[in-house]
Each structure stands twice: as structure tokens, then as C-alpha cells.
């Protein structure tokens, strides 16, 4: 999202928030969440590949919500009306492609917006005849893996050029360094995987969700582009009971996203000028230069995913709903546990439940269970992994993984080791502020050496840099 | 969320009526921090505010930069902030120094050269000396592009700074009289450069320079881009603590063109015929306010006419290069050396002074070595100033 995109969005929100009334405002936001994603994908013009995007995205999110209800759950009215609203949005986008590249005539736009709204609403019978749980449970499986498959190929340079050719079949997908952004595409992967397993472990509310809702969880404009990553079952009822935009939310919205901006578009962007690079570093001669470089990176990077989260919770208290938090003063921390528990919150927390929780009890509940220590180890060091590679699949990405993995490792023998020794250091208030300011200036140094991982593109600019941070 | 609380908790209500104050006090002090601005006009002491000479060193040479994001510099208009980022600003002068602004073009600046391979940077490493034992320190005040009223607008400027002689370096591209008040610094520093025309009765015509700013242009928001630009160059300062580095070098690039077509026009410029140059085309006018103008402070100028690429191809015998036909060239450096002499002027023309196959780029680019050699032959003409 850039400037304009804020601003439209944040003042579309009052004539929003005060024309349309309570009832309406849910299906109002799944409605401007599909129009708004339109918007962002198609911004500096809607390609082909856009609204194939755009599709694939709501004809994914359909299969995920059919697979997540309960059994016997019959057609309402509701799913035809979303059908219909889902075969309106898909008709105006799709016909606004056409008519502005002049593959259709004004005539056929309207036959399309007409054939899209009814044939969407006579879908949702078709989306109802299940009764096998079981079937859908692997079904669920197999779609996780389908989602993990997309976000690997659009992680990954070559085959997202390939992809991209594959889907648009225009040659020159293939010339351009990466033709198949898929805008949002990791948080929407999160959130539908999220589902999946919830599904699978039985965490759907009984009544199941409406498609609506569901559709407007994974889509919510606000969250889109930069996450925060929420969860169903807290979205939800949040959507539902959205709250009115009265003169506290303004405030906490207006406040919010004015931070935000402030965050990303002037410091973050500004520090971004001058902020560690490869060919900042090989202009560097002394290593004095090279610790500066490292340290603007660190806030820069701070202050560009902290900004981007403030918007969309800012934003996301104008229409009504409070998003969870993100980021939570990550480098004043005293140990690298305390960090990832308030650096990009959301996505550890999405780890921590469907990934680290379940790995852990796998080996605590199996008869010959490894020692401890190796059940931590594999749990933090995998799930770390799996955080670095979600950023992008390179050798840098697993690198920074491993690196925080084996922190989180560290610390953890490391605390286990010595609480005898930290309850007599803290006893004392000077010796305990001494251990803090020190905890505080490693922890964020460790942090900090890590991001070399994270900011350069190959693993052997990350070891010069780290060599020559250290005098070499 | 223990930050937050202050927002989500607050102790203050937040009713319609805060909102309404709020806004409606946020609108005012905008207004009136506006109009403060625009009363106080402050950006020329924002511009002189500077991480360089503080923070960081100065630099060698102006902000100058055609791709900021790829050398971390950025070209301003404001004198004060070309200044205030320049090393000259950076100590006052000392009695043991003999202090020596170099005025002239990209060739001056260094373009295509590092900042410690330019004109100024080998008449520094020369450790040479006045008779009566100054160090010569010699100042790159070189700005691209080749425009003499520039240079006069920047030795205007520069004459705070306590010089004790001028080195200017011209060419007949910087001379056309109808160019002159196009160049971007001309452009930003419309006040200045109108003193300098009147106060000189020069014949430019102030008609090409922009309307004098209007009250919204003085304003925060009529001055957002001058004041980002200002705030970016203060962050470019720490790459260039850190680095050092402010020019490209690339790797290749295409030599000055040594096959002429066949013809004797000077680009761009068809309403001069062959053989129809004269002194009231160039501003001769221009380089003698400015000359006049170190003069009056005392200062000895020595004007040099800098080298320039001679093709040796097809219709060399018509052209030196694409910039000069053999016989517009010729007939300005007949101008320039009469006037010279007749000035009493201290003249070098250098003009074949660097074998062709040395030049870079441009007709009048070479590189570091022949760029040092021009220094050394340059340095004694220099001590002779302070003499």
C-alpha cells in the first residue's frame, strides 16, 4: 500500500462508518476488501495476470471455506447472496480489464455482470452437497500442501517465471526478472493453512463460518498486503460485533495511522537511502562504517514493518475492527525469547500453534522420546527455519533461520543452566540493571548481526560482511 | 499493549467535541506555522544547517548527482546548501593558506573521476607553496554543466570564504549568451542572479528566469521538495562519511565520437551561419563581471581555456568534435584571447593540451592522468598569482 492508497482507505472509512448501516457493514467490508485488493493488485494498470490472481485467490478461499464447514451444513441464504456478490465483483473486475484493453464491448459487460451475479448465486448449491468428514479432512490436507506448493513456486525466482509464462502465456514473463508477484499471497497462504489445520484439529466453531466472513478474514484489506496475521476464530466475532466509528476509534485510527506513515514513509524510507547494502558495504573501507551501515538496517527494518502494521491496525479500528498487535518494542528485550514474543507477533504466534506446538508434542507424546534438549532443538531451529524460508527461499533466508533458532536454543540451555545465578544477580537492583542494560545490548546486537543474513543476497556477501565486521 | 495504552486507554474522553478541537487546532497551527515560514523565510538557514564539516567531513566537491540512489549525492539548487556540504565551509581561513577556488565545468568537478583524482585534489597533493611560504589549498568549486554565468553566481558566493585566487576554467559551450539563465542553479537562485545581471548591466534576458515566487510558493508545502531535498543530502552525508564515495566510475562508456557528418553547424544553435560568431552572441559579458568581480577583492584570476577532443576521422577537417566546428572554435578562442589581452588578463589556453585518445566520455572529460598533468602545468602559474 503507498500513500494514496492510505489516505483514500482512511477517508473512505467515515462516509463508510456512517452511511451504511451496522447490519450491512460486514458484507460492505468483504465487498470493498475485494474491490481495495483489485485496486492494490491492478495499481499502475490491471494486467492479465492480475485479475487471473485475484481469482485464484477467491476461488482458493471458496475451496478452503466449502472444505472447513461442518457436515450437513445446508444452503442459506446469505451464501447465495455472497455468491452473488462474489460473481458481481468478479464480473466489474474482470469486464474493467476487458473494456480498458478492448477485449469486450461495453454490451458484453453488461451480459457478464448479469450471467456472473445469477450463475455466482446458483454456485452455492453446488459448494453444499458434502457429507463425508473424513474425505475432507485429507482433502484439507492435500489443499495445505497445494497452498505450501504455490507459495514455494512464487518464492522462487525461476519457477515464478515459469509460472508466470505458464499462466499468462506471454513471452515476456520470461525476460523479466520476476514476472509473478502474487501481492499478499504469504499472509493469505498463513491464513487459509491456518484454517485448514484448525479444521483438521477441530477448532471451527460448530456452526462453521460464513463464506463471507471467511472470505473477508483472509482478504481484509487493511491486513492484505503486510499482515498483521490474525486468526478466525478472533476475526470473526470482531467483524460481526464491528464496532461503530465513534470519536475514540477516529482518534485511535487517525493516531495510528498517522505513526505508521510517519514510520515507514519518513524514517524507514529515509533511513532505507543510506541502510546496509552490498554496494554500501563494498564501498565501506573501515569497520566503524560497517557497524553504522548494520544499525540503520536494523532500524530501518523496525520502522518499515512496525509502520506497515500500524496502518492496518489504524486503519483497521477506523472500519470497526481491531486487529491484533504486531510489534511490541522487539529491540528493548533482554533476551532473543522476548523478542520473537514482540517482533512480528502474528506470524510467530501462526508458528507457535501450527507448527512448534504440534511438532513438540509430537515428541513428548511418542514412546522412546528424545532427550529434551533435542526436542527443543529440532522445534526451535525447524520453526525458525520454516520463519526465514516463509521471507523467501534462499540460502540467506535459512541462514537467518538457523541463526535465530540457534539463539533461541542457546538461551534456553542457557537460562535453564544458570537461574541459580540470575536470582542472585537480580537480587541486587544495581547488579540487575547492569544484567538488563546488558541483556537489552546483546540481545539487540544478536538481532542486529543477524539481519546481515536477511539484508544481503548470498551467503558469501553475509560472511565478508560478517568478517569484516569483526576486523577481518 | 503496554506502548498503546496511552491511545487505547486514554484518560482524556475522546469525544465529537476533542476531535472537532483537535482538528480544528491542528488546521490552525498549520496556517500559522505557515505563515511563519513563509514571514521568516527560513530555508536558506535550514540549507546552511548541515551534517557536513560537523558530523561528517565535508565534500571535496559540490552535491552533484544524475542517479542519487546509485552514489549517494544529490544536485541542489540552493547555494547555501552546496556550500554548507562542501569542505570549503568546513574551517575559516588561516594565515599559512593560500586559498584557491577552482571555478569551471564537469570537467572541473571531476565527472567520471574519483574525488581524489580531480584538478583541485592533484594541485593538493602537489604540497606547493607561495614564495612567501603559504600552502596553496585548493577548493573544487566546479559544478557540471559548462555555463559561465554559474560559475559567476558561485564565485559570488564563494567570496566569503576569504579566496585568495581564482582558477577558472571556460569553453565555448559554457558561452552562448541564450543559455545562460537555463542552468538549474541559475534556475534556484533567482534573486542573486538578478543583483549580479543588474548590478553588472548584463544583456541576459530575465524573461527565461522564473516568475518571482508567489506567497504559496514560499510556504512549507510551496517549498516541500527543497526541504526533502535538503533532508535526503543530510542523510547522503553519513553514506559519504562512511564511504567517501560521491561519483560513479563506471566501467565503459563510449568514447567522444570521432567521424563527423559533413557539416559545419554548431548544435543546436542553427541561427548562427558559418562564420557568424560574434561577440555579441557570447557572453563575454558575463565572464568579464565575473573576473571584474574577484578583481575588486583583490583577487588574481587566471581564466583558462580548457582542452578540448580534436577527432582525427571523417570531417575532422571541418569539426574538432560533435560540440565544435574548426572554424566556430576557432574564431571564439581568437575572441577570448583578444580579450584577454586586452584585460591584461592572466589567460592559459590549453585547448590541445590532452591527446585525444585520453579523453573519456565527452569532448571535454579526460582521464585522471592527463587531468593531474593539466594540474602540475597548471600549479606555477598559480604560485605566480600569490607573488
Known amino acids: 500500500m503507498d500513500l494514496i492508497h492510505i489516505l483514500v482507505l482512511a477517508l473512505a472509512s467515515l462516509p463508510f462508518m456512517w452511511l451504511i448501516p451496522a447490519t450491512l457493514r460486514p458484507t460492505g467490508l468483504f465487498v470493498g476488501s475485494l474491490f481495495v485488493i483489485a485496486w492494490i493488485l491492478g495499481d499502475g494498470g490491471l494486467t492479465q495476470l492480475d485479475v487471473l490472481l485475484l481469482f485464484s485467490t477467491i476461488g482458493l478461499t471458496v475451496l478452503v471455506w466449502w472444505l472447513i464447514q461442518p457436515v450437513s451444513n445446508t444452503p442459506t441464504e446469505p451464501t447465495y ?6 460473481g458481481g465483483v468478479v464480473a466489474l473486475v474482470w469486464g474493467g480489464y476487458a473494456l480498458s484493453s478492448d477485449a469486450a464491448s461495453f454490451q458484453i459487460f453488461l451480459v457478464l455482470i448479469v450471467l456472473s451475479v445469477t450463475g455466482g448465486a446458483s454456485l452455492s448449491h453446488f459448494f453444499h452437497e458434502r457429507t463425508d468428514s473424513s474425505l475432507f479432512h485429507q482433502i484439507a490436507l492435500f489443499v495445505i500442501y497445494l497452498i505450501v506448493v504455490i507459495l514455494v513456486v512464487i518464492k522462487l525466482p525461476d519457477l515464478a517465471r515459469l509460472s508466470g509464462y505458464a499462466l499468462t502465456w ?3 514473463s520470461l525476460a523479466t526478472s520476476s514476472p509473478f508477484v502474487w501481492i499478499g499471497f504469504s499472509y493469505i497462504a498463513f491464513r487459509l493453512i491456518g484454517l485448514l489445520f484448525d479444521f483438521r484439529a477441530g477448532r471451527i466453531p460448530k456452526t462453521g463460518l460464513s463464506l463471507q466472513d471467511t472470505i473477508t478474514y483472509v482478504l481484509f484489506f487493511p491486513a492484505f498486503t503486510a499482515g498483521p496475521i490474525d486468526r478466525a476464530q478472533r476475526f470473526v466475532p470482531e467483524l460481526q460485533a464491528a464496532k461503530p466509528l465513534d470519536s475514540a476509534r477516529l482518534v485511535e485510527g487517525g493516531t495510528r495511522i498517522a505513526v505508521g506513515v510517519f514510520k515507514k514513509f519518513v524514517v524507514a524510507n529515509s533511513l532505507a537511502l543510506i541502510a546496509m547494502n552490498p554496494r554500501l558495504i563494498d564501498l565501506t573501507e573501515n569497520t566503524t562504517g560497517l557497524w553504522i551501515l548494520l544499525y540503520l538496517y536494523a532500524f530501518q527494518i523496525f520502522f518499515d514493518f512496525s509502520g506497515y502494521s500500524d496502518v492496518a491496525i489504524g486503519l483497521g479500528r477506523l472500519y470497526g475492527i481491531t486487529l491484533p498487535e504486531n510489534f511490541d518494542r522487539p529491540y528493548t528485550q533482554a533476551n532473543i525469547q522476548q523478542f520473537w514474543q514482540r517482533w512480528h507477533i502474528t506470524l510467530s504466534t501462526w508458528f507457535r500453534v501450527y507448527y512448534f506446538t504440534p511438532l513438540s508434542r509430537f515428541f513428548i507424546t511418542r514412546k522412546n522420546k528424545p532427550p529434551q534438549y533435542v526436542i527443543i532443538l529440532i522445534s526451535q531451529v525447524t520453526t525458525m527455519i520454516l520463519i526465514g524460508l516463509w521471507h523467501g527461499i534462499t540460502w540467506n533466508f535459512l541462514l537467518w533461520g538457523l541463526w535465530h533458532g540457534a539463539g533461541l536454543f ?56 560478517f568478517s569484516r565486521l569483526f576486523g577481518g | 499493549m503496554a506502548k498503546w495504552d496511552w491511545l487505547i486507554q486514554p484518560k482524556t474522553v475522546y469525544t465529537r467535541a476533542f476531535v472537532v478541537r483537535v482538528i480544528l487546532k491542528a488546521t490552525l497551527l498549520f496556517v500559522l506555522v505557515n505563515l511563519v515560514y513563509v514571514v521568516a523565510q527560513p530555508l ?8 557536513y564539516n560537523g558530523l561528517v567531513s565535508g565534500r571535496e566537491r559540490f552535491p552533484y548527482a544524475d542517479n542519487p540512489t546509485e552514489v549517494y549525492n544529490l544536485s541542489i539548487g540552493s547555494l547555501e546548501g552546496m556550500f554548507a556540504a562542501h569542505e570549503i565551509s568546513g574551517g575559516e581561513h588561516n594565515g599559512d593558506e593560500f586559498r584557491v577556488l577552482l571555478l569551471g565545468d564537469s570537467g572541473v568537478w571531476g565527472w567520471l573521476l574519483n574525488n581524489n583524482e580531480t584538478f583541485s585534489a592533484c594541485m593538493n597533493a602537489s604540497g606547493a607553496q607561495t614564495a612567501d611560504g603559504r600552502n596553496m589549498r585548493v577548493y573544487n568549486l566546479g559544478y557540471p554543466i559548462t ?10 558566493f564563494a567570496l566569503q570564504y576569504q579566496p585568495d585566487a581564482v582558477v577558472w576554467f571556460t569553453t565555448l559551450e559554457g558561452m552562448y549568451d541564450d543559455d545562460q539563465l537555463s542552468h538549474p542553479v541559475i534556475q534556484s537562485n533567482r534573486d542573486r542572479v538578478l543583483e549580479i545581471i543588474a548590478q553588472n548591466n548584463l544583456s541576459l534576458d530575465t524573461s527565461r528566469l522564473p516568475d518571482a515566487p508567489t506567497v504559496f510558493d514560499n510556504t512549507i508545502i510551496g517549498q516541500r521538495r527543497e526541504l526533502a531535498d535538503w533532508l535526503r543530502l543530510q542523510f547522503y ?11 560513479t566510475n563506471p566501467r565503459f562508456f563510449r568514447s567522444p565520437v570521432e567521424n563527423f557528418p559533413p557539416s559545419e553547424g554548431i548544435p543546436n544553435r542553427g541561427e548562427i551561419g558559418v562564420g557568424e560568431l560574434t561577440t555579441d552572441l557570447l557572453a563575454f559579458d558575463v565572464l568579464e563581471a565575473g573576473v571584474n568581480l574577484a578583481q575588486s577583492e583583490n583577487l588574481p584570476v587566471l581564466l583558462v581555456n580548457e582542452p578540448i577532443f580534436r577527432g582525427s576521422g571523417a570531417n575532422s577537417d571541418l569539426r574538432y568534435n560533435d560540440l565544435y566546428p574548426r572554424w566556430a572554435y576557432d574564431s571564439y578562442r581568437e575572441m577570448l584571447g583578444e580579450l584577454a589581452t586586452e584585460n591584461d588578463w592572466n589567460y592559459v589556453d590549453l585547448w590541445d593540451f590532452v591527446p585525444a585518445d585520453r579523453f573519456t566520455d565527452f569532448p571535454l572529460h579526460y582521464d585522471a592522468e592527463q587531468t593531474c598533468r593539466v594540474a602540475e602545468t597548471l600549479i606555477p602559474l598559480v604560485i605566480e598569482l600569490a607573488n
Open chain 1, 81 to 86: 447472496r455472497t455468491f452473488a456478490l462474489i
Open chain 1, 170 to 172: 506471454d513471452a515476456d
Open chain 1, 410 to 465: 542457546a538461551h534456553k540451555m542457557l537460562a535453564d543452566n544458570t537461574k541459580g545465578w540470575t536470582k542472585r544477580v537480580n537480587a541486587n537492583v544495581w547488579s540487575s540493571r547492569v544484567m538488563y542494560v546488558g541483556s537489552v545490548l546483546a540481545t539487540f546486537h544478536f538481532v542486529a548481526l543477524g539481519w546481515v543474513f536477511f539484508a544481503l543476497p548470498t551467503v558469501s556477501d553475509s560472511l565478508t560482511m
Open chain 2, 44 to 51: 536558506a538557514t535550514i540549507n546552511q544547517m548541515s551534517v
Open chain 2, 147 to 156: 555555463n559561465v554565468l554559474k560559475d559567476t553566481l558561485i564565485l559570488d
Open chain 2, 237 to 247: 552525508g553519513v553514506a559519504w562519511g562512511i564511504t567517501d564515495f560521491d561519483h
